[in-house]
């Protein structure tokens, strides 16, 4: 309202869509406006203040794929980035990730980055919601393909069981663990809860410590960051 000198919203209402879409790029932040949100998330979340009856959700092994395309990482920059991210908690994630050559700095910061912004916030919500009496559901996709994989998105044709027929892209086995996270997803739609029918085995992990992973092999399993999480849990004061 003050860059664009408005007072109401009618005001705001009447800036033409061609001026607001470009907004997108700079507030796509959480706005706290007393009404819709009073609050953020995370603290309505903490005072039990929430919708959900259950939850189910996850990330993927490659979140951070897309978002680190023009910003690898290597010997010499590697703890440069981590650094700048983590602070004087940077120590403890460079014993946790210590590279040898290129490959491995690389390999290591896109994890890194993709906790810090993606799958840490599943760790926390996963135990928010437990915390609150909500059963949560959390999955890890790891199944690799031809075209996006386990980058960020790259499970939702998996989901939501719509992977072309005609596309060479995807396997048989692509396709069979796309039949069983569909059925998953229906179970929870219907019941509140993932797990029925021929479809078992997806636990509640109230602490985060296990996640069910959706890839070649499909079963509850450790989490397999959870020491790098836990270094975040420091960090943001959980």
Not at 123 to 147: A, H, I, M
Not at 200 to 211: A, E, I, L
Not at 217 to 233: F, H, S
Request: aromatic fraction near 14%; proline fraction near 4%.
């Amino acid at each position: 309202m003050e860059r664009y000198n408005c007072a109401t919203l009618e005001e705001l209402r009447k800036i033409p869509a061609q001026t607001l879409v470009g907004e997108q790029e700079t507030q796509h932040h959480v706005t706290i406006d007393g009404y819709v949100l009073p609050d953020t998330p995370y603290a309505l979340r903490k005072q039990g203040v929430h919708n959900e009856e259950a939850v189910i959700h996850g990330y993927n092994a490659e979140e951070s794929g897309p978002f680190i395309l023009f910003s690898h990482a290597n010997l010499s920059n590697y703890e440069e980035k981590v650094r700048r991210w983590a602070g004087e908690y940077a120590d403890d994630i460079l014993a946790l990730y210590d590279p040898s050559t290129d490959e491995e700095a690389d390999r290591y910061w896109a994890k890194i980055y993709g906790a810090i912004f993606f799958n840490y916030s599943h760790y926390c919500l996963n135990r928010l919601e437990q915390e609150n009496g909500v059963p949560s559901w959390e999955y890890l996709f790891t199944k690799d393909n031809g075209r996006l994989g386990s980058w960020h998105s790259g499970e939702m044709v998996y989901t939501f069981g719509v992977i072309p027929a005609d596309s060479k892209l995807y396997t048989e086995k692509d396709r069979k663990l796309s039949e069983m996270m569909h059925g998953y997803l229906v179970n929870f739609v219907k019941n509140g809860d993932p797990n029925g029918g021929a479809l078992s085995g997806f636990d509640q992990s109230p602490d985060s410590s296990k996640v069910m992973e959706f890839g070649v092999i499909t079963g509850m399993i450790e989490e397999p960051d959870l020491a790098l999480y836990e270094v975040l849990d420091r960090m943001y004061g959980w």
